[in-house]
C-alpha cells in the first residue's frame, strides 16, 4: 500500500511564502507522476502543478511564476515552492502520485491547509 504524507501548510500573508512537502512511501512504481492539487471551500479540486519522475512539469495557468514544483526520486518527495502568495490560494492542498502497471493507480495525501491572509 502506498501512503503519501504531506507537510507544510500554515496561515501566510498575502505576498509571503510557503513550502509544501509531500513524502511517499509504500510499493511505488519507478516511473510515475507527483503532484499537488488544491480545492477551496465550494468549489471543486483542482490542478495546480505536477511533475513526473523524468522531470517534466505542468503547471495551472493561475500559479505559473509563482508556484515551483520538483522532486527528489531518490526520496520519493515533492515539494511545492509558493511564493507571492494571494488569498485566492487559500484552499486545502493535496499530494497525488499517479502510475500505470497494467492499470492506472491514484494516491493522495491527507491534505494540508494553506490560509493567505489580505
Known amino acids: 500500500q502506498v501512503q503519501l504524507v504531506e507537510s507544510g501548510g500554515g496561515l501566510v500573508q498575502a505576498g509571503g511564502s510557503l513550502r509544501l512537502s509531500c513524502a511517499a512511501s509504500g510499493s511505488i512504481f519507478s516511473i510515475n507522476a507527483m503532484g499537488w492539487y488544491r480545492q477551496a471551500p465550494g468549489k471543486q479540486r483542482e490542478l495546480v502543478a505536477t511533475v513526473t519522475s523524468g522531470g517534466l512539469t505542468n503547471y495551472a495557468d493561475s500559479v505559473k511564476g509563482r508556484f515551483t514544483i520538483s522532486r527528489d526520486n531518490a526520496k520519493n518527495t515533492v515539494y511545492l515552492q509558493m511564493n507571492n502568495l494571494r488569498p485566492e490560494d487559500t484552499a486545502v492542498y493535496y499530494c497525488?502520485?499517479?502510475?500505470?502497471?497494467?492499470?492506472?493507480?491514484?494516491?493522495w495525501g491527507q491534505g494540508t491547509q494553506v490560509t493567505v491572509s489580505s
Open positions: 497525488s502520485l499517479t502510475y500505470y502497471h497494467l492499470r492506472k493507480y491514484d494516491y
